[in-house]
Structure formats: structure tokens, C-alpha cells
């Protein structure tokens, strides 16, 4: 485990992809298949769309809150929501409970998540108001939700080494990155979480995505940057970002070249939101490295 101060930021190109403002963006996701890019406002119960050939925006209002997405297969998705667990069906956008997940917790709400190189699902859960503790780190594994780690405040930067041997997730609250190892054929822990990374400085650790050679690119909340930690928890890169609460990475297009960033307004004042004009909007960024294809996940047994 390190603690280190941040390198010296690096200038990258960034693409204004969506000028519409979130209230609070979140869990972007990419369909390398259709080239289309998802994310959500999660306050606003909203799901985007944006095909990165067209330049076009779909708003999809959805019923419930959902915080995260992941491929099923071409016509279905897995969403991560308030409600639980729910399959969309891409072509309609009707909603199927899948799996219920702490249905009787009436305070606490989906969080960050992405999928395991196996297939399986790692998601999280928090308070509505981050109480402390109230949240849990699940996995969704061969049609059976498992809880991984509980009592974590604000999950996030869940993400994984390419070879599957690697989980990382983040508690922002507690500004400490965790790193565990796990069964690369389930995805699944073999170990208890170790520190990884203590974060030091403005804003929190917040949603996360590993590129080829295995660097975390974790958005900093708060900080208006992506940093990049090495598997050995050392902080080696900065990347500024155009709005202060920066909330989540994912690489995307045809070669994995570009990183989609969302950001928030959520508990900004007026003032706040003045000073930070790009608030809310969403951002393509070129930062001199490349990711890969999200997995899909799988339903059933691996």
C-alpha cells in the first residue's frame, strides 16, 4: 500500500459528448457491438444513449433509480437499481426483476459496478445519504446473488486486472482503494481485501475502469481529474478533467482509444455551479491509452 502526491497533471484532447447536465452522472457503460455509449442521472432516473458514430442523445426515463449497466447479450441489459437487479429489453426498454436485492432496506440505493472477465457481476449498494456502513459489495454469480463485502460506506472503483486474477473496489468515504484476489474462472474472492491505496488531497476515489496493461483510471469526486494507480498501488498518472465532480470512466470506440466520463452537480450551490461551468455534462477524453471490450454478463452457470 502507498500513498503518494499526485503527479504532474497532463494536458489530454476532450470532446464535449453530451452538453445536457446531470444531476448526478453515473455508471457509464460501452456496446462495442452497436458503438453506443449508456449512462445514467441516477437522481433523475434517467438512462442516455448516445450511438458515438451519430452524434445523437436518447433520454430514456426510467421508474426506478439504476446506477450501472452491463451487456447481456444483443437485445437484453442488466441494470443495477433501487429495486434490485432488472433486465431491459434494448429494442422496448421494459424492465424484468431479476433478482431483489435488499428489499427491505427502504435507505439504501444501487451504486458502482462492472463485470468480471468470467461473466460475473460485481455490484454495489449504499445509503441514500452515505450513512455509514450501510453499504455492501455483491456479486451476481451463476444466477445467485452473493454478498462480498459489507459495511462499506460509498462503494465504487469496482474493477478488475485484465487477467481476471485482480478485483479492486473503493470506499470514497474512507478515501481507501482495496485490492483482493479472486478465482479468475468466477470471479469470486480467494482472499479478504488488502489496501491498496490511501487517496490523499482534494475530492474522493470514485468509479474506475482498468485499461490493457492493468493501470486503474479512477475518477477523483471533487478533484476534476482522472488518476491512474498501478497494480502495485503507486499513483502514476493525472489527467485534469473539465468538471469538478468527475464520477466515472470507460473506455470506448473501435479500438478502445478514448475514455467517456460523466459527471454531477449533486450538492452544489449556485455559487458552486457557477464557478464550475461544465458541471453535470459529459465528456470524451484522449489520454494515451487503451482499454478493452466490457465483458458481457452472463445469467445462468458459468
Given at each position: ?79 443495477a437499481t433501487e429495486a434490485g437487479l432488472m433486465l431491459r429489453d434494448v429494442a422496448s426498454g421494459r424492465l424484468e ?10 435507505g439504501t440505493r444501487s451504486n458502482d459496478a462492472r463485470v468480471h472477465p468470467s461473466g460475473t457481476f460485481w455490484f ?179
Amino acid at each position: 500500500m502507498t500513498t503518494i502526491s499526485a503527479p504532474a497533471p497532463e494536458a489530454a484532447p476532450i470532446t464535449l459528448i453530451c452538453p445536457e447536465r446531470c444531476h448526478l452522472g453515473e455508471g457509464p457503460a460501452y456496446d462495442a457491438a452497436r458503438d453506443t455509449a449508456w449512462w445514467f442521472d441516477i437522481v433523475e432516473k434517467r438512462l442516455y444513449e448516445a450511438p458515438l458514430g451519430t452524434g445523437a442523445i436518447t433520454v430514456h426515463a426510467l421508474p426506478v433509480m439504476a446506477s450501472a449497466l452491463a451487456m447481456v447479450d444483443a437485445e437484453r441489459q442488466l441494470l443495477a437499481t433501487e429495486a434490485g437487479l432488472m433486465l431491459r429489453d434494448v429494442a422496448s426498454g421494459r424492465l424484468e426483476t431479476l433478482a431483489a436485492v435488499e428489499a427491505d432496506k427502504a435507505g439504501t440505493r444501487s451504486n458502482d459496478a462492472r463485470v468480471h472477465p468470467s461473466g460475473t457481476f460485481w455490484f454495489s449498494t449504499m445509503g441514500r445519504n452515505a450513512e455509514t456502513g450501510a453499504g455492501t459489495v455483491y456479486a451476481f454469480h451463476a444466477g445467485a446473488v452473493i454478498p462480498l463485502f459489507p459495511a462499506v460506506t460509498i462503494p465504487n472503483a469496482i474493477c478488475f486486472s485484465p487477467d481476471g486474477t485482480i478485483g479492486y473496489f473503493a470506499d470514497t468515504a474512507m478515501g481507501e482503494l482495496y485490492r483482493v484476489r479472486l478465482d479468475p474462472g468466477s470471479g469470486l474472492p480467494l482472499e479478504a481485501p488488502t489496501l491498496l491505496h490511501r487517496h490523499a488531497g482534494a475530492g474522493g476515489l470514485d468509479g474506475a475502469v482498468t485499461d490493457a496493461e492493468g493501470l486503474i483510471w479512477c475518477a477523483i469526486w471533487g478533484g476534476a481529474r482522472l488518476n491512474a494507480y498501478s497494480p502495485a498501488g503507486d499513483l502514476v498518472r493525472s489527467v485534469p478533467t473539465p468538471a469538478h465532480q468527475t464520477s466515472c470512466p470507460v473506455f470506448v470506440g473501435a479500438h478502445f482509444d478514448r475514455v467517456l466520463v460523466t459527471s454531477a452537480w449533486q450538492h452544489m450551490d449556485a455559487d458552486a455551479r457557477a464557478a464550475d461551468p461544465e458541471h453535470g455534462r459529459t465528456f470524451l477524453l484522449d489520454i494515451g491509452a487503451k482499454g478493452r471490450a466490457e465483458p458481457r454478463v452472463r445469467l445462468g452457470a458459468l
